[in-house]
Structures are given as structure tokens and as C-alpha cells.
């Protein structure tokens, strides 16, 4: 489904399927309640009104079903009924299936949305994952007919008037944005290297009018961003620490999203095994979703200071690479002994956090990378693990997934009892826990945070996105309708103040296990 352009429509229009081949989809009490009137002119000559209610007569979704109106040119397909509290109302990862599964194959085609309009901004970025955009299949550089999918939303419900055109552009933004975080994940790292890494993130900011800001290579080192500088220094390509700033007039805060870029990870001199390190092309993840996420948040306007921070870097071998037993000086002035290359993107982000709080003056600092391992045994495939110092950040994490399609779930955090798991005899710490059995998840994440301090006043979120970064072989775009959900309450869209769970001011720290003095920031 490479190179398939998406197109969101008020309508979509009428057209015989035989030409135009369509998919109907929906929960079936909400197909139940679409009018012939309105899929008539989508479905006929080929499917009478008799055929269309008699096919949503024999859909027994469990937890989805599908039924053929028309050879394979019209199906519909019906997602499940109900969830469970932990998932989205929008069902949006059957959404993904069913449009990989039933979508009639052809040049020009018509996906046919019925859903009520809170589950419309999850229902589109779901749809975008159907469609990746990296394929290196010689089959598909010898076609060239520019396939299209026409989408139109029919909505249920309360608020059940025509999509707005506004509507329809953030639509747009958010899932070229899932779409570009996917295309980064997807190509291999003999393309997709540091410096390759590097012009994606100039082109986007070239799109906003935003020159990036980047440190590369030996200014790593004279920096002092030991942790980024140490882990890249072995590849071919240098490591870089890029930023893209967005400052408007008026902003009453500063908040910094800070992505680990790790293009591939071997594993350093600390190896992974055969089995192990095929898919580390998609240790970018983090990154990639910050500049799918940013490029969408600014094109649909976003109130307050927003820095994208990117800490690229190839974990490689060869006779300059890191060894366990090295001591590095990071970017906070606190020193690391290294006693797994492997636990490398820790170090890459301790140095991206420090950079936020001191350089940026952040008052918000969320990381998103693809961490550990353990993630994906802790929260599972499809749920990213958050792990924050603010009681109400969490609680707002869990309501952005469901909102937008990006599942979270909390970790535990608990520093007073797992940061012990680093402690060195040589330096202030060590890169990885003694313990792998102690919740080494929640370990990683409090290893960014002792980078800005377990006091600092700022709210700090961490996600690790490790497992839903990628569906089988296919990368997902993880993280970008996460964060512009998240956020959404700093932007002009009004779409993405509807998906928002943060509507009010509360104090951040409220409810904090480790004692702190609180400060007050507002809820974006």
C-alpha cells in the first residue's frame, strides 16, 4: 500500500463501486443507523437497498466482522461493540486491521467512516497506519499510477453535523505526520543514517520557516554532551543533538519534546545476538514521532513555546566504540560508568532532558523513545508505558491514548527505591540496573529524570514506546497523535482541544509520592 496518497473529503461523492471500490466501516449499531439515502449513490447500481440491510442483518462482530456487498469491489466491515476501559472507544487498532484486510483493492478508492465525532481525530490517524509509505519492492517503482483513498466521515450521535473543513485540515496534519513517523521508522539505516536524519528534519523545518539548531560530532564532545557524543562516536556518521524551536508572541510557557534518534543499535561492544538486533532500525522511533508530532502541531497553530530536541546517534562498533568500564562526563555534570553499551539511549536522552532544563528554560519536559525491551513485557504491544513525577500527567497520559488511538498505561514511580539499582563505586552512577527483575522499565526512565533532578519543579514525562512503535514488520507512527492529543490545549485546532484531557489549571506536583516544594504549571 506504498505511495498512496489520502485524501480526507466532506463527501466523498457518488460513484458505481465497480470503478470506485469502497469500504463501509463502523461499530454496527452506528452502520445501523446510516441512512440509505446517503450510500445509495456510493453503492448503486451494484448493491440494492435490500442487499445493504440485509448484510447488516448477518454482521455478528466478535470482536469484528466483514461481509462482501460486491464481489470485491463494496464491503463493510463492523468493529467490535464494546471495549474495555483500558482501550479506545474509537477501537482504532481494528480500524487498522480491517482497512489492511477489507479494503477493496484498485487505483481510486472510498473508505466510508461512520463513528460519533469524539473517536474522529483516532479514527483518522488509525487509518493512516493502513497505508505506509516506505517499500523498496521492485513491483511497486515499475507502476506509475498515483493510488488515491478518498475517506469521508459519516458521524453518529450528538454533534452529528457535516465534518468542518477546519476539521478536515487537522485530519491532514495529523496523519501525514503518523505517516512521515512510519516512513523514518521503516527505512533501513544505510539510508536513513544520522546525516539523512538530519535533512528530514531541516525539510520539515524549512515547511515551517524554523532553521534547526544543531550540534554535531567533535562540538558534542567540547559541549560536553558526553552521553549522545559517546554513544555515536563509533559510526561513520557522527552523532547530533538538533533542535527545532518554536517561539510565538504571547506563550506563557516553555515546553520541550525530546527524541531519542537512534538510527540503528547494535547493541555496541555489549552485542546484540542475531535474533535481537534485526528491527533496530526502528530505535529512531522517539524521534521520529517528536518531528511528525511537531510539524503537525505547528502547521495547525500552537500557542506556547515548543522545542523538538533530537539525540541522533548510531550505536556502532569499531575501535573508537565505548567500552564497559568508560566513564563519561554528560551534558548535567554528572558522570556515567558504562557498564552496557546497550542501555545507550538512556544516555542519549539524559543529555536531551539536561539541554531542556538548562538551555531551554523548559517548564514541561516530555521524552518519547523506544527504550527497553521490557516495555513490551510491562505495559504489552500495544499500550506505551508513561512514567512522569506528576500525579495529574499521568492520569492525563492514560486519557490522551484513549482519546487519540496511542495506548498508555503508568509505570511505576518509585526513585527512593529503584534508583539504587545504579549505584557506582567510581562514578555518580551506572548505565544500566544491577537488577534486571526490578522493574528495569521504571530503572531506565529514572535514569533520564536523575539528569534534571527528582526535585526539580517542572513537570517530566517519559514514554517509552518500544513495542507499539511497530505492528509485525510495519512501523506504526507511534507517538504523534499522542502528543498532539496531549498537547492539544496549546493549539488553535479545535479538533485537538476536543481530544485534549487537560482543560484547567491544577497543581502538577498534587499528589507526587517524593515530597517536593510544588509549583504551579499550567495543564496545556
Known sequence: MASVGLQFQASAGDADPQSRPLLLLGQLQHLHRVPWSHVRGKLQPRVTE??????????????????????NCATVAALPSRVSRHNSPSAAHFITRLVRTCLPPGTHRCILMV???????????????????????????????????????????QDNGPVEVSTLQCLTSATEGVRLAARIVDTPC?????????????????????????????????KGFGGIYGVGKAALHPPALAILSHT????????????????????????????TMPGMKRDCGGAAAIL???????????????????CLAENAVGPNATRPDDIH??????????????AEGRLVLADGVSYACKDLGADIIVDMATLTGAQGIATGKYHAAVLTN?????????????????LVHPLVYCPELHFSEFTSAVADMKNSVADRDNSPSSCA?????????????????????????????????????????LFGRASEDPLLNLVSPLDCEVDAQEGDDVGRDSKRRRLV
Open 50 to 71: 435490500e442487499l445493504w440491510q440485509a448484510a447488516l442483518a448477518t454482521l455478528n462482530p466478535n470482536p469484528t466482522d466483514s461481509c462482501p456487498l460486491y464481489l
Open 115 to 157: 463513528c460519533e465525532q469524539p473517536e474522529v481525530f483516532a479514527s483518522a490517524c488509525a487509518l493512516a497506519r493502513a497505508f505506509p509509505l516506505f517499500t523498496h519492492r521492485s513491483g511497486a517503482s515499475r507502476r506509475t499510477e498515483k493510488k488515491t483513498v478518498m475517506v469521508e466521515f459519516y458521524l453518529v450521535g
Open 190 to 222: 544505510n539510508e536513513m543514517n544520522t546525516d539523512i536524519f538530519l535533512e528530514e528534519i531541516s525539510q520539515v523545518g524549512k515547511e515551517l520557516g524554523i532553521t534547526p539548531t544543531v550540534i554535531r560530532d567533535e562540538q558534542l564532545k567540547t
Open 248 to 275: 510565538p508572541d504571547g506563550a506563557t510557557q516553555t515546553i520541550a519534546w525530546v527524541g531519542k534518534g537512534v538510527v540503528y543499535d547494535t547493541g555496541g561492544l555489549s552485542i546484540k545476538g542475531k535474533t
Open 292 to 310: 511528525g508530532a511537531f510539524r503537525a502541531a505547528i502547521k495547525q497553530g500552537f500557542k506556547d513555546n515548543l522545542h523538538a530536541v533530537f
Open 329 to 342: 562526563l554528560l551534558y548535567s555534570g554528572k558522570t556515567v560508568e558504562i557498564n552496557n553499551t546497550d
Open 390 to 406: 506528576s500525579a495529574e500527567w499521568e492520569v492525563a497520559c492514560v486519557k490522551a491514548g484513549r482519546k487519540c488511538g496511542d
Open 445 to 485: 526512565g529514572l535514569f533520564i529524570a536523575s539528569h534534571i533532578g527528582f526535585d526539580w519543579p517542572g513537570v517530566w514525562v517519559h514514554l517509552d514506546i518500544a513495542a507499539p512503535v511497530h505492528a509485525g514488520e510495519r512501523a506504526t507512527g507511534f507517538g504523534v497523535a499522542l502528543l498532539l492529543a
